[in-house]
């Protein structure tokens, strides 16, 4: 879809300036994941959907290869192994792999259910979805898994799958929750605890959620100008290229620039939506599969959307999720530009 191109853009051109107020050493890479960001989505496109599709199976165990010998020689930061130092940038498969995991799953799934038995097939695509997401998780790293499951989620629910196995699935999961705390590193069960309560350790745990919000409010109306953010000048804001840049971004340019990247990321979804609904009455496999891949997709973008900007308003507890197009990195940006080239 060429037409997400020009929205695409514009966010890409706000996240370079807002990068640019506050870590300036940074602009250069960040104009060098642009263009190579760009540059994949025409070479992918000129490759062509076709050949991804068939190859879907291919590519996702090359990227489960990789996820895995992250394990082995991946560059640790802070406790985590997410990604291979490729000296130019550092790659973090588990941000590529997403285009890749929809266009898996979309094919997999669109099949003739009265021919096969759809327990298996469920029990099928939800080893395809744990695979890729425990590997991740014990990175540790619990923001992008919770980005694999939401998209699961979405797709097994728009499939021609048996909805009793949705209900299943997620009657099993609401069982399980519990149990999942315990698996949770020290932090992240800290993060949780101190969203439910900021008032608890606001100088340690909930410092980054306060600060946010802080950062927020001070931005105003019109921002306090490029480059001009307290918060990020002094370093009160830690990650605020990264995980908070939409805090960093609304402190600068204010509520008026906060509006217009939500409102190009509404223009994002609205073109996707529509593109969707063209689809949604075809039966033809291939449509079906077209389908399937635009509900990952839009599921991908939407999710990582509303958790990036919810965590930064102190909505959501601190996951680590990157903001589309707005975050520095080039991972991230190289992935949406990968999974914008396979939509039909």
């Known amino acids: 879809m060429i037409q997400l191109l020009l929205p695409s853009f514009f966010l890409s051109l706000i996240g370079f300036f807002n990068i640019f107020g506050i870590k300036q050493n940074l602009t250069l890479n960040q104009i060098i994941y642009i263009i190579i960001g760009f540059l994949t989505f025409f070479v992918v496109k000129k490759i062509g959907r076709n050949f991804f599709s068939v190859n879907a199976q291919f590519f996702y165990w090359i990227f489960i290869f990789i996820l895995l010998t992250t394990f082995s020689i991946g560059l640790e930061v802070r406790g985590s ?3 291979i130092d490729l000296y130019f940038f550092n790659f973090q498969g588990s941000e590529i792999f997403k285009g890749f995991f929809i266009l898996q799953l979309a094919n997999f799934l669109v099949r003739d259910y009265r021919t ?21 998780f014990k990175q540790p790293d619990l923001g992008n898994a919770s980005v694999y499951f939401f998209i699961y989620l979405m797709i097994i629910m728009f499939s021609d799958l048996p909805k009793k196995y949705v209900f299943y699935f997620c009657l099993v999961l609401l069982i399980a929750l519990p149990l999942g705390w315990n698996f949770m590193h020290s932090y992240q069960q800290d993060r949780i605890l101190s969203f439910l309560n900021p008032h608890l350790d606001q100088q340690g745990t909930a410092y980054n959620m306060t600060q946010a919000i802080i950062t927020v409010g001070s931005g105003k109306f019109i921002g306090r100008g490029l480059g001009l953010g307290t918060q990020s000048r002094f370093f009160f804001l830690p990650e605020n290229h990264t995980d908070f840049a939409f805090s960093s971004l609304v402190e600068q340019f204010g509520f008026l620039g906060g509006l217009i990247v939500i409102i190009l990321y509404l223009i994002m979804a609205a073109l996707l939506v529509k593109r969707l609904l063209s689809f949604y009455f075809l039966r033809d496999p291939v449509d079906k599969r077209n389908f399937l891949y635009l509900a990952g997709f839009l599921s991908y973008l939407i999710f990582q959307f509303l958790i990036n900007i919810g965590m930064n308003l102190g909505l959501f507890p601190i996951t680590g999720i990157a903001l589309p197009f707005i975050s520095y990195g080039g991972s991230s940006f190289v992935a949406l530009m990968i ?3 396979l939509l039909p």
């Open 339 to 341: 999974g914008m080239a």
């Open 81 to 83: 192994k997410r990604w």
């Open 116 to 136: 096969v038995k759809p327990g298996k097939i469920f029990l099928l695509s939800l080893f395809y979805f744990l695979l890729p997401a425990l590997i991740i």
